[in-house]
């Protein structure tokens, strides 16, 4: 017991040891204190093995092969990914009988390398533990426990981004085995919409954007990510493979993330102390951060990180203008398009070319000079860490060493920004708030619970999904929601998870699945195929080559050739979508791509669905919103939106159609919109107005149009 | 002192409508509306408010103001506060009307000048794009924990709804990013991401009978959920369903509607987002509409600054020209505030061909609504890198819109979570701007 104590002032000793002190706090008054309680530290989580990838020569039942490695397997389709990179979504079926069997086997062998249900276990009661000694220490309690159907509708929305069929939500209710919810996160966070559910999340913290600077088109970025996610990246891998991207846009997607501030270097090192540590340093580009300990040397120095790295082969640039001049016949908008793509690169050079500003003041360094790479440090312990050695002295090396860096366990805020973001993504708020200032970690609602879910990120190898499954089967996650808090007058300290309105891509991807049902699940369009036409060979710009590109993004765009593996999307040139997909032929109604939210334009157009309801313009990080609007509502009733709900050929409204009984089409309409059964005065309500003139289309129209319906409970 | 206590009373339904109905009766001569958010804004106006600044000069003058926001940070050296020797961008200098000095990337602009005041000591020290437009917008830093409102949520906590259907506040290129703040949603301006289509969707496809079928029955099945909201987001969506009714109900529709406007209008604004935004948003105030913000992104210029102003800032001068006369044709302007606001402004040092962001000092300009005409307030130094005097910060550019828009600034009113704030975070109205 003493022991026990002990360890306990240890532990959040050392938490405030190893907070930035921060001097002068603006804001006039704080949120009152959480009452510090003394807990004992969670049990430990047996880290994950080492995964090896599973790679097979896949035969078809016409005795085509492919070789790539397994990636997923859910309902009638399976994943799987080649060398290149490439990914392939089809049905199962499609399989030689052996490898059928093979594939089935393979999602065994992946399970053996999750958490087991003892630790999943273990990690989620700990999480209970914690947030119930904070609770209890200030008077208050957690939530009474989410009802199945809440549950069901929650956890559909937050692990695979949209609402259940009335089929998955009627298969769930009346189940009633004892472990159903368990099986139920296992099942949705093993399937293909997890992906583009994660992908959507990314795409607002990474900024995936189809185009940066002026119209250079960054499709391959999308879709290194999608495969990327597909084939179960971890988190620190995927970073590190963005921070340390080499070559040209167009034959590695993966430059894309450093490429977007290729013009703008030191905005993009702002950026990424952001989205990656939690770090707000961008006041410190400017001058000494005003609240903080950051100096604005110490951001010159994380900057020279990548002063060596160059962005932009302007000398390419200019040889391939210079070929396009002598020849008039050749169009310019695609020449122009080849330029782009060839010049936009992630090179390293033998000089770190950074220098401190001409107007900088400060007495700590000379304007002018050179700038001496060095890494910031939360506390004074900090820089005795080992990856703290680092080696400055090769330019060349410098952003390889910086990754290193970045994206180790070790890295005092890399794990936990990581893990307090993803609390968020299921709870509604951070552990710490806001999520992009952790610096100082006494910040958090509780400390201690924040360093257990930094523990469980370490143990889980980074592993989103598997962090994700410990929240999910906590007993807190499953607690009924709470309102809004009011964060000006105190803290959230995690009765259950907020109400919140739906993001615009689960708004969308919901009313996606209940017109075409999970059709659309399996709808993965891409649009990087054809840019890699436009790659010149290396060292090679002639006219020649030029126009021997322009031949081949011709013929790539006009829908002429096949673009490499993939299927031309009848219907998707015209809506300037997709010009390739895996899986099933997309769907337009109402001039409407029926596609989930992850395979559209990235972001979508700005008076799209999608746009109005808060998808954000990527310009910086986070920039989703849910802020309500007249012409969102305007949408909903009487635009495209509209009658996509009230439609006869609605995937929800053909479900009802196929109930016997007049109450049972009614409980069908509300599975598939609200994920629960109608009460008895609903029952009523709607079947008297469906004999007073209303059709089945209508009741559709009236539940997507209820406050419930937009928000998860 | 403070209004919201009143808007408190009034959370009860009952009472809040028994209130508006005597509030709507006597002041309006109206019945009461089934949707009476906004009616009870309006009778949540003070009336006995004394505003410490309405003796000062210029208040109150401006019934409606025209906010536009270039994003990316204008170049104040390159644009309104020209600078020979060693901070002199490509542009070359041109004595204007109005007795002052524009680059010459201003053409159209210099032809107006006799109508503009320029402010060239606006002083920040915020120079990260997110966070500068955000103080530009609403007069205060960014938190983490607390989001501020625009102008147009002020006046109408203040001053109440403008128009009985229109919305007070509208966006134009713009999403409305939480500008209620801390009002009630809504407050929310009305975003319209794309002037050339205006408000989109406003006639329900299905009939009158099937309309009237469906919203009655929406409004039983909700009431379980969004009928017993306590969640202020969903209680703020209850509104809008409600704001959203009335508003297609309404004749006044046709404010959105640039179909309306002649050819000849039309084309002396142009095909850009930026001229039909300010067509827009002409339109509107003139319609009832108190605040209109229209954004327009490219002023970034940290290279081909030369380039980017012709194209960029050529399609500005025109349209902001254009917007000028256009309401002083129409005897608009002395009573309509016209303010040019961007992020920050751009270092004085030329470098690979554009500059740096530079928050220290920045150019303004305000037109109409009461402020002097042909007049230069404050000034940068020799070089345009710090404020020689008259230092004016985005606070009190926020104060002296307030007060041109005759709202009680330096006066608290208590937000919800309980504090105390004021309208340009209690800094002073620049008054010297008025004539």
């Keep these: 017991m003493r022991l026990i104590a002990l360890f306990a002032c240890l532990f959040l000793g050392l938490s405030a040891q190893g907070a930035v002190k921060k001097e002068g706090k603006k804001d006039a008054k704080k949120a009152e204190p959480v009452i510090k309680v003394v807990t004992p530290p969670a049990a430990p989580v047996a880290a994950l093995g080492e995964r090896a990838a599973i790679w097979h020569e896949w035969t078809d039942k016409e005795g085509q092969k492919l070789e790539a490695r397994f990636c997923g397997l859910a309902g009638e389709y399976i994943t799987l990914q080649s060398r290149d990179g490439r990914t392939f979504h089809f049905k199962l079926e499609m399989l030689s009988a052996e490898d059928a069997d093979f594939a089935k086997n393979c999602v065994e062998r992946n399970r053996t390398n999750s958490f087991s249900p003892a630790i999943i276990a273990s990690a989620a009661a700990d999480i209970d533990r914690l947030v119930g000694v904070v609770l209890t220490a200030n008077k208050q309690s957690l939530n009474a426990p989410a009802t199945d159907e809440q549950f069901l509708r929650r956890i559909y929305l937050d692990a695979a981004g949209r609402v259940p069929t009335a089929k998955e939500a009627s298969a769930f209710l009346s189940s009633n085995a004892p472990d159903k919810r368990a099986k139920l996160i296992d099942e949705l966070v093993f399937s293909p919409s997890y992906t583009m559910q994660m ?222 973001r993803i609390w968020k993504k299921a709870f509604g708020l951070g552990v710490i708030e806001p999520v992009n200032d952790i610096d100082d970690l006494t910040e958090a609602s509780s400390p201690e619970l924040m360093a257990h879910l930094t523990f469980v990120m370490k143990a889980a190898k980074f592993d989103l999904r598997e962090v994700q499954r410990v929240i999910y089967n906590s007993k807190t996650y499953q607690a009924s929601a709470s309102a809004t808090p009011d964060l000006g007058k105190a803290k959230y300290l995690f009765n259950g998870p907020l109400v919140r309105r739906l993001s615009a891509e689960q708004v969308w991807d919901s009313l996606i699945v209940t017109a075409v049902g999970t059709y659309a699940d399996n709808v993965l369009l891409r649009r990087g195929d054809d840019l890699k036409a436009m790659a010149l060979p290396a060292g090679k710009v002639t006219l020649a080559e030029v126009k021997n590109a322009v031949e081949r993004t011709k013929k790539a765009f006009s829908g002429g050739g096949k673009a490499a593996g993939g299927k031309k999307a009848a219907g998707g040139s015209a809506l300037g979508l997709a010009n390739g997909y895996d899986g099933d032929k997309p769907i337009s109604r109402f001039s409407m791509m029926l596609a989930r939210a992850s395979e559209l334009p990235q972001p979508s157009s700005e008076t799209h669905f999608l746009r109005l309801w808060g998808q954000g313009d990527r310009l910086l990080a986070d920039s989703a919103t849910n802020d309500g609007s ?46 629960r059964k109608p009460t008895n005065k609903e029952l009523i309500a709607a079947s008297k107005s469906l004999k007073d003139g209303l059709a089945l289309t209508d009741l559709a129209w009236v539940l997507a149009n209820t406050r419930e319906f937009l928000f998860v409970q | ?262 050819a000849e209008t039309k084309a002396r604004y142009g095909k850009s987002k930026f001229g039909q935004g300010c067509l827009l948003a002409r339109r509107l105030v003139e319609n009832g509409v108190r605040f209109v913000e229209v954004a327009i992104g490219g002023w970034d210029m940290h290279a081909g600054l030369d380039d980017r102003l012709t194209d960029v800032g050529g399609d500005f001068d025109r349209v902001y020209a254009t917007l000028i006369q256009d309401l002083e044709s129409k005897g608009l302007l002395d009573t309509t505030l016209v303010v040019v606001a961007s992020e920050f402004g751009r270092k004085p040092s030329f470098e690979g061909g554009g500059r740096g962001h530079h928050p220290l000092v920045f150019s303004t300009v305000l037109a109409g609504g009461g402020v002097k005409r042909g007049f230069v307030f404050g000034a940068s130094d020799e070089k345009g890198y710090a404020p020689k005097e008259n230092g004016v910060s985005p606070g009190s550019l926020h104060a002296t819109i307030a007060h041109a828009a005759g709202l009680p600034v330096q006066t608290d009113i208590i937000t919800p979570a309980g504090r105390p704030m004021q309208v340009g975070n209690k800094a002073a109205p620049q008054t010297g701007v008025f004539a």
């Design chain 1, 630 to 675: 007249v012409p969102q509502v305007l949408q909903m009733m009487n635009g495209s939106v509209g009658k996509l709900v009230a439609d006869v050929r609605s995937a929800a409204v053909m479900d009802a159609m196929k109930a016997k009984t007049p109450d049972g089409e009614v409980t069908s309409l509300y599975l598939s919109y609200l994920s």
């Design chain 1, 199 to 420: 992908f959507n999340w990314m795409a607002d913290l990474l900024r995936v954007k189809d185009t940066f600077a002026k119209g250079v088109p960054a499709f391959t970025f999308e879709d290194w990510l999608k495969a990327r996610l597909a084939a179960d990246t971890p988190w620190d891998k995927l970073v590190s493979e963005m921070i340390t991207a080499d070559g040209r846009l167009c034959d590695n997607g993966a430059t894309g993330f450093m490429l977007f501030d290729a013009e703008m270097p030191l905005d993009g090192v702002s950026n990424l102390m952001t989205t990656f540590l939690g770090t707000n340093m961008a006041c410190a580009q400017c001058h000494d951060h005003p609240l903080a300990e950051w100096k604005q040397r110490d951001f010159y120095q994380m900057a020279a990180f990548f002063g060596a790295t160059d962005g932009k082969d302007e000398a390419i640039g200019s040889a391939i203008k210079k070929a396009v001049r002598a020849d008039a016949t050749v169009p310019k908008a695609a020449a122009l398009k080849i330029e782009q793509m060839n010049t936009f690169r992630m090179e390293d050079t033998d000089k770190q070319k950074l220098t401190f500003p001409k107007d900088y003041k400060y007495k700590d360094a000379k304007a002018g000079d050179p700038v001496t790479p060095s890494l910031i440090a939360w506390s004074k312990g900090d820089k005795s860490l080992p990856i703290y050695n680092v080696n400055t002295k090769t330019p060349s090396q410098l952003r390889d060493e910086f990754a290193r860096w970045l994206t180790s366990p070790q890295n005092p805020r890399f794990a936990t920004n990581i893990a307090n």
């Design chain 2, 1 to 262: 002192m403070s209004i919201l206590p009143s808007a408190h009373l009034l959370r009860n339904p009952e009472d809040r409508r028994s209130f508006i109905e005597k509030c709507a009766k006597v002041s309006f001569g109206l019945s009461v509306l089934p949707f009476f958010t906004r009616i009870a804004e309006a009778a949540e106006a003070p009336g006995a408010v004394t505003a410490p600044n309405a003796g000062l000069p210029g208040f109150g003058k401006a019934k409606r103001v025209i906010f536009l926001q270039l994003n990316g940070g204008m170049s104040h050296i390159d644009t309104f506060d020209p600078k020979t020797g060693a901070s002199k961008g490509p542009g070359s200098i041109v004595s204007a009307k109005g007795d002052m000095q524009l680059t010459s990337y201003l053409p159209q602009t210099a032809k107006i000048s006799d109508k503009i005041t320029v402010i060239r000591s606006m002083t920040a020290k915020v120079g990260v794009h997110a966070s500068a437009a955000y103080l530009m917008r609403t007069g205060f830093e960014q938190r983490g924990t607390l989001q501020h409102p625009t102008i147009g949520a002020w006046a109408q906590h203040f001053l109440g709804a403008s128009h009985k259907t229109l919305p007070s506040s509208v966006t134009v290129n713009r999403s409305s990013n939480h500008g209620n703040g801390w009002f009630p949603a809504a407050y929310s301006p009305l975003p319209i991401l794309n002037p050339a289509d205006g408000l989109l969707d406003t006639k329900s496809p299905v009939g009158e009978a099937t309309v009237a079928k469906r919203t009655g029955l929406l409004a039983e099945l909700d009431s379980s959920f969004g009928g017993k909201a306590t969640d202020e987001s969903v209680k703020s969506y209850n509104e809008f369903y409600e704001s959203t009714f009335q508003l297609m109900k309404s004749t006044d529709l046709k404010a959105f509607d640039l179909a309306a406007e002649s």
